[in-house]
């Protein structure tokens, strides 16, 4: 298998460890073992009596039923916990789909979205998200997409990397297009919890298509990123079946000690999603008024939900503005040609209680180059 380099992943291998300021870093502020402990403060002993073998393939049993309580229709036999988001992205492409069928992808998106099966010999389609509409994508334009090999609709709400989260009408109207089509739709809800006003927050796709195959993950809603672990969730036997099967090839199992530690974690996730997002709003009110300050360099569709939000450039080329800012002031913005969408934008993160600092240090370097990125 030919792969194409994970362009995002290879920047952050880069810059992530070596900047001195992260102002686009996709995961909330994360917390310490001692932090996550305190939740429950008889939780140490547990952690110290944790048995260090193997665990069970599909995740610890009380892992997946506390998991299984964030959905309405899915049982803790209804779950498979993975290494991470990536793993399961990754088993389900190569499981659910095979060469010459076709897919289609809402995009900009996750590389691994579309990437993974391109190298399998699939077809993919871009779904493209509108600047014009909020980041919205149109939905008549999946009529045309679909052809007779389309197997799965890939989608990711909330999105990464606008914060666009559709409306109930439209996300009734997604799954009833994958519904109509017999395809399999695969939601990336690593975000889904984190909705800026929790009236927003969307049913699980799992939980009202029974070929929709729903993402989760402690990295995005919980701020837990070091643990490495994700899950998927879906009603479809086939589904579970195959990737089942398949992560014998991978992981085989998870680490013990984070399934311990996630357990705790899935607990207490009304109270780390309160943490989350009280700090994304407290940031989202000074992206406001620093976007309304700047409007003549930037323009800025306010994101919904998630942690990130996607900003045009109106006089500057991302690749060099990012790579002139991080030289003169040590802070790392993501250029958009690192998730395959021109030149224009860059993902922004606000979900760390530090952005207000880095912001000021843009606003600084801002003030004291004028034209020195313009086109």
Same mark, same amino acid.
């Given at each position: 298998?030919?792969?194409?380099?994970?362009?995002?992943?290879?920047?952050? !291998?880069?810059?992530?460890?070596?900047?001195?300021?992260?102002?686009?870093?996709?995961?909330?502020?994360?917390?310490?073992?001692?932090?996550?402990? *305190?939740?429950?403060?008889?939780?140490?002993?547990?952690?110290?009596?944790?048995? #260090?073998?193997?665990?069970?393939?599909?995740?610890?049993?009380? #892992?997946?039923?506390? %998991?299984?309580?964030?959905?309405?229709?899915?049982? &803790?036999?209804?779950?498979?916990?993975?290494?991470?988001?990536?793993?399961?992205?990754?088993?389900?492409?190569?499981?659910?789909?095979?060469?010459?069928?076709?897919?289609?992808?809402?995009? =900009?998106?996750?590389?691994?979205?579309?990437?993974? !099966?391109?190298?399998?010999?699939?077809?993919?389609?871009?779904? %493209?998200?509108?600047?014009?509409?909020?980041?919205?994508?149109?939905?008549?334009? %999946?009529?045309?997409?679909?052809?007779? *090999?389309?197997?799965?609709?890939?989608?990711?709400?909330?999105?990464?990397?606008?914060?666009?989260?559709?409306?109930?009408?439209?996300?009734?109207?997604?799954?009833?297009?994958?519904?109509?089509?017999?395809?399999?739709?695969?939601?990336?809800?690593?975000?889904?919890?984190? &909705?800026?006003? =929790?009236?927003?927050?969307?049913? !699980?796709?799992?939980?009202?298509?029974?070929?929709?195959?729903?993402?989760?993950?402690?990295?995005?809603?919980?701020?837990?990123?070091?643990?490495?672990?994700?899950?998927?969730?879906?009603?479809?036997?086939?589904?579970?079946?195959?990737?089942?099967?398949?992560?014998?090839?991978?992981?085989?199992?998870?680490?013990?000690?984070?399934?311990?530690?996630?357990?705790?974690?899935?607990?207490?996730?009304?109270?780390?999603?309160?943490?989350?997002?009280?700090?994304?709003?407290?940031? #989202?009110?000074?992206?406001?008024?620093?976007?309304?300050? $700047?409007?003549?360099?930037?323009?800025? $569709?306010?994101?919904?939900?998630?942690?990130?939000?996607?900003?045009?450039?109106?006089?500057?080329?991302?690749?060099?503005?990012?790579? &002139?800012?991080?030289?003169?002031?040590?802070?790392?913005?993501?250029?958009?040609?690192?998730?395959?969408?021109?030149? @224009?934008?860059?993902?922004?993160?606000?979900?760390?209680?530090?952005?207000?600092?880095? #912001?000021?240090?843009?606003?600084?370097?801002?003030?004291?180059?004028?034209?020195?990125? @313009?086109?």
């Amino acid at each position: 298998m030919q792969i194409k380099p994970f362009k995002l992943e290879r920047y952050f !291998a880069q810059h992530e460890f070596t900047a001195h300021h992260l102002l686009c870093s996709s995961d909330p502020e994360s917390m310490s073992v001692g932090e996550l402990l *305190a939740f429950e403060p008889d939780s140490l002993d547990g952690l110290r009596d944790t048995w #260090l073998g193997y665990t069970e393939y599909p995740g610890a049993p009380a #892992l997946r039923r506390e %998991l299984a309580a964030l959905y309405e229709n899915v049982g &803790e036999q209804e779950i498979i916990v993975h290494t991470g988001a990536q793993e399961a992205i990754y088993s389900f492409m190569q499981t659910m789909l095979a060469p010459g069928d076709h897919m289609i992808v809402q995009m =900009p998106g996750y590389q691994s979205h579309y990437s993974v !099966a391109q190298s399998m010999g699939v077809k993919v389609s871009p779904w %493209l998200a509108r600047e014009e509409a909020g980041w919205a994508p149109d939905l008549d334009e %999946l009529a045309s997409l679909v052809t007779p *090999a389309t197997r799965a609709l890939v989608i990711c709400a909330p999105h990464n990397p606008t914060g666009y989260l559709p409306s109930r009408d439209v996300f009734d109207a997604i799954v009833g297009f994958a519904r109509k089509h017999r395809l399999w739709l695969f939601s990336d809800e690593v975000y889904r919890g984190l &909705e800026h006003d =929790p009236a927003d927050r969307l049913s !699980a796709a799992c939980d009202v298509y029974e070929r929709a195959i729903s993402l989760g993950a402690l990295s995005k809603t919980h701020g837990l990123a070091g643990l490495r672990l994700g899950w998927i969730a879906t009603k479809s036997s086939q589904a579970l079946e195959r990737m089942s099967t398949f992560k014998d090839y991978l992981t085989i199992s998870n680490s013990a000690p984070s399934e311990y530690l996630a357990t705790i974690a899935v607990r207490h996730t009304e109270a780390l999603l309160e943490r989350n997002t009280s700090i994304a709003r407290a940031n #989202l009110r000074l992206l406001d008024d620093f976007f309304a300050r $700047h409007s003549d360099r930037f323009e800025w $569709h306010r994101p919904r939900a998630g942690t990130i939000g996607f900003v045009r450039l109106k006089h500057a080329h991302a690749a060099r503005f990012c790579a &002139e800012l991080l030289e003169g002031t040590g802070v790392l913005l993501l250029p958009s040609m690192l998730v395959d969408h021109g030149d @224009a934008h860059v993902r922004l993160g606000f979900g760390r209680r530090n952005m207000p600092e880095v #912001l000021a240090i843009l606003e600084a370097y801002l003030a004291a180059t004028v034209t020195s990125t @313009a086109s």
